[in-house]
């Protein structure tokens, strides 16, 4: 038995040179892995996978390892040997196997098939029993492990496994939230895309090429990822494609204006609060101009905003009302600066900006900024209590995302906004006093959000939404009496509000949320005479406030 060392690496990658372009994938694929801050916080999942050792050592004659390599075994917390009918042969893997297995029985072995097939692409010490003094026998054992080949798992799903055996997780959990990922950093290159041909019907192309140099496609995708909002449900309707047309737009300019090279660098190094100052310098020198040159200064000002929301919603308001003012053709543009001064409770600036957008927004072309003009219009009336207005609003946002969610019923998003607007109907209903119809829109509006959170268990803005819809449908049921279903309806909410503060016991809103889950239910039970279990719910609520 080896003597307990401190464990050094997440794992130590074995396999045979002839396979070192597969070790020099996997291996930088997981040290680069990110894991989701709410499985990190899970028992030894961790936030990351590195170190991971990768044996560069040649091994000239003999089965005996280096030292460094010993070492580096008995420091690792697993072991993952990349399976060929090449390393199947190769002394050196199966060394390395054998005295893994023999030193640390309790660690976890994993193998990684990246050509061959069994039994050939398993070396001895990985396909058969050890005795209890390191020794090969010749017992068959089974250790399954993924297939990175394009006909089997391939690559990004036996990534997954990998990281589901270094981790304890699973691997379905792991695939899907890779999978999310991958397609939100798909949206961000659209984005940015979007911005190139921008550029170069504008004539700023081969400016931009010169500067390509120095600044790299990947390097803007890395920026807009590090700034987008965590949580759609705390952001502007389109903030994450403002925020990448921004950062691009800043990178372009950086090839011809100072101030924007030294905006980028800031933004590079985590200070987008001191990017701010130069970016308003550029926005205010084309505001001057503005007779000439508006839609520049426009630009200028939503580039300023886009970042100043990352930390400074106020500020990122007024940049956005200066740009409004100096394209007021500029649909996504105005949108933002109606949902930034509704959310300021500036009613009448917010109205007027919402209807220009319904006023120039295209159909075909401008959807998702005339959905949420009019889902904000919606609630506008509501607070002005005209109920009528809002809901004939509401059901005009509600039609536009029941025709484009029919249109394409794969996109989570449009799915999402109906669900939204179905949830709007039903407010206005229990203002009305129409209880059934009401609990009907609810219903209909908790379909879609259960759809949406079982598909995706591992995304808090839909568990969240659920939990909203179930806490909804159980108001209703208070009002109508029936306090037994609307219990039901409040304890499933709270077991998502649950899991959510559990999971991320940081996030000052999932604790809010939980709170307000406990008193409804504290509501309940009081009004059910169930005194003593109504003081432990609001007991928990106040736990939470204190």
Not at 296 to 320: G, T, W
Not at 350 to 368: F, L
């Amino acid at each position: 038995m080896a003597e307990v060392v401190e464990l050094k690496f997440r794992a130590f990658l074995s396999y045979a040179h002839a396979d070192a372009a597969w070790a020099r994938w996997l291996h930088k694929s997981l040290e680069g892995f990110r894991i989701d801050k709410d499985l990190a916080a899970r028992p030894g999942v961790g936030k990351a996978l590195r170190p991971i050792f990768k044996d560069r050592e040649e091994f000239t004659g003999g089965h005996t390892l280096g030292e460094a390599t010993v070492a580096a075994l008995d420091q690792s917390a697993a072991l993952i040997v990349l399976c060929s009918t090449v390393a199947a042969g190769r002394p050196a893997v199966n060394e390395e196997v054998r005295l893994f297995r023999s030193r640390h029985p309790g660690r976890p072995v994993i193998p990684v098939i990246v050509g061959g097939s069994y039994p050939d692409n398993f070396p001895p010490a990985l396909r058969f029993a050890l005795r209890a003094d390191g020794q090969v026998t010749d017992r068959e054992i089974t250790i399954l492990g993924p297939d990175l080949r394009d006909a089997a798992d391939g690559k990004a799903l036996g990534l997954a496994k990998v990281v589901a055996g270094l981790t304890g997780l699973s691997a379905d959990e792991i695939y899907r939230r890779a999978e999310r990922e991958r397609r939100r950093q798909g949206r961000i290159r659209m984005a940015i895309a979007g911005v190139f041909l921008a550029v170069a019907a504008g004539g700023g192309f081969f400016a931009w090429q010169n500067h390509q140099k120095q600044q790299t496609l990947s390097e803007i995708e890395a920026l807009v990822a590090r700034y987008s909002p965590v949580s759609s449900a705390e952001a502007a309707p389109g903030a994450g494609q403002g925020l990448a047309q921004a950062i691009t737009a800043i990178a372009q300019g950086a090839a011809t204006d100072p101030r924007y090279k030294e905006a980028l660098d800031l933004l590079k190094a985590g200070k987008p609060k001191e990017a701010e100052p130069l970016l308003a310098a550029v926005a205010q020198d084309k505001k001057k101009r503005a007779a000439t040159e508006s839609k520049e200064a426009a630009d200028a000002f939503r580039n300023l905003a886009a970042i100043k929301a990352v930390s400074d919603p106020r500020s990122a308001r007024e940049a956005y009302a200066e740009a409004a003012k100096l394209d007021p053709d500029h649909v996504e543009g105005m949108f933002q600066h109606c949902w930034f001064q509704n959310e300021a409770g500036n009613l009448g600036d917010a109205e007027s900006a919402c209807r220009r957008v319904t006023a120039i927004g295209k159909a075909g072309t401008d959807e998702r900024n005339l959905y949420w003009a009019r889902l904000v219009l919606g609630d506008i009336e509501a607070a002005r209590g005209d109920l009528g207005r809002a809901r004939a609003t509401y059901d005009e946002a509600a039609a536009i995302a029941q025709r484009l969610a029919d249109a394409d019923k794969g996109n989570a998003g449009w799915q999402r906004d109906l669900s939204f607007s179905l949830e709007r109907i039903g407010d206005v209903l229990v203002a009305q006093g129409n209880l059934p119809e009401a609990l009907q829109s609810f219903e209909a509006s908790l379909a879609i959000a259960h759809r949406l959170a079982d598909a995706d268990k591992g995304n808090a803005g839909w568990q969240r939404d659920l939990s909203v819809s179930f806490n909804k449908i159980g108001d209703v049921l208070v009002a109508q009496g029936n306090l037994p279903e609307a219990l039901k309806s409040f304890e499933a909410g709270l077991a998502i509000r649950q899991r959510l503060a559990d999971a991320d016991k940081s996030n000052a809103r999932w604790q809010y949320d939980l709170g307000i889950s406990n008193e409804r239910i504290g509501d309940v039970q009081m009004a059910q005479g169930n005194l003593a279990e109504a003081l432990n719910s609001y007991q928990a609520t106040q736990d939470i406030i204190s």
